[in-house]
């Protein structure tokens, strides 16, 4: 069983290294609350007890940055309650934790926990009637930025609006800001819509993002993002392949879409995921050269992970377009993970 207080440690470890400001105290009492005290692999049933990584562990971590710059803080996601093998459990267990870690936000009240809520809620309006097996409710992100040490500077709620139909509807209803980032048509079939968040940063400004995804390695699924999402789309995929990605082999990659928007124009992010047929070192380590100026952030996530006893795998990088900057943001994510023998 992996421990808390191992992510802990991983995650101060990780924080000393890129955050010149960073409370340990702090980091290791959100990160415990956002899980809910547990971060074990496997339910009771023997099944994942957490969608969001391969193994099972409801922990990813991430480095961001762009334009020449990594930027001093830490992000992860993660899922409380992942020993309950129902729904109904899981969803309330994980609206109360949300409420809870508005608290930690320097905006952190009533209005902005209500606003997380709803979201959730808003995906599912009747839960009651979600049949047991589908386990996935959220994910919680959070983020640490050294500028505001003994606060969260960010924190997302992800859901599922292909559980309960019509959920992409009532989003768009509730909150304009959702309106139009599902950008493919409804016969799509290769590219679709898998997930949606909600996220408040320390100004209290809102972020509403789309997560779409290519179902099949399928020879099409480059033609279609460039089809779907334009200059954007070619440019990141032109970035990958100058960065040593085989053009004739982008179809066998797993592809993310998220489209989203804040308080300007919608902004665009395609991520890689790692999957069987690559291994995304080489890749990370040519992206954060040029991107983040250094390698120093995802190198500090392997340091990290070793200082903690824990093995680390990159899990998938995402590079963000705008049209003003081209591409301008590059996210790299990964699993610490600590031998269970």
């Not at 955050?19 to 692999?41: N, Q, T, V």
């Not at 930027?71 to 409420?99: C, D, H, K, N, S």
């Not at 905006?107 to 386990?135: C, M, W």
């Not at 705008?322 to 943001?329: F, M, Q, R």
């Amino acid at each position: 069983m992996v421990t808390t207080e191992a992510a802990g440690k991983f995650l101060v470890d990780l924080a000393e290294r890129l955050m010149p400001h960073r409370d340990p105290a702090f980091i290791r009492a959100m990160m415990e609350r956002a899980c809910g005290g547990r971060l074990d692999e496997k339910a009771p049933d023997g099944r994942r007890a957490s969608r969001l990584t391969p193994t099972g562990i409801p922990l990813e971590v991430s480095v961001s940055g762009g334009r020449g710059e990594f930027t001093p803080a830490i992000r992860y996601v993660t899922e409380t309650a992942t020993q309950e093998t129902e729904f109904g459990p899981r969803l309330a267990a994980q609206l109360a934790a949300i409420r809870d870690l508005v608290a930690w936000l320097p905006n952190g009240d009533e209005t902005v926990a209500d606003l997380l809520q709803s979201f959730v809620t808003t995906l599912y309006p009747a839960p009651a009637k979600i049949p047991a097996r589908h386990r996935f409710v959220t994910w919680t992100g959070v983020v640490h930025h050294a500028a505001a040490p003994h606060h969260a500077a960010r924190l997302k709620v992800y859901g599922d609006p292909m559980i309960v139909p019509g959920a992409l509807d009532r989003l768009c209803s509730r909150w304009p800001g959702f309106t139009g980032l599902a950008s493919v048509p409804d016969h799509e079939k290769l590219i679709v819509p898998v997930g949606a968040a909600i996220e408040v940063d320390a100004k209290g400004e809102v972020n509403h993002k789309i997560y779409l995804k290519a179902r099949y390695n399928d020879v099409a699924v480059p033609m279609k993002l460039v089809r779907y999402f334009g200059d954007a789309a070619w440019k990141v995929l032109s970035e990958l392949v100058q960065c040593g990605v085989d053009a004739a082999e982008l179809h066998r990659d797993d592809f993310f879409v998220c489209c989203a928007r804040g308080t300007g124009d919608p902004a665009f992010s395609l991520y890689l995921i790692a999957n069987r047929h690559n291994n995304l070192t080489g890749l990370v380590r040519e992206l954060a050269s040029r991107h983040h100026g250094t390698t120093h952030a995802v190198d500090a996530l392997t340091l990290a992970a070793e200082s903690a006893g824990a093995t680390w795998r990159y899990s998938g990088t995402g590079l963000g377009f705008s049209a003003e900057h081209g591409i301008d943001k590059l996210n790299v994510y990964g699993t610490p993970t600590w031998s269970t023998a």
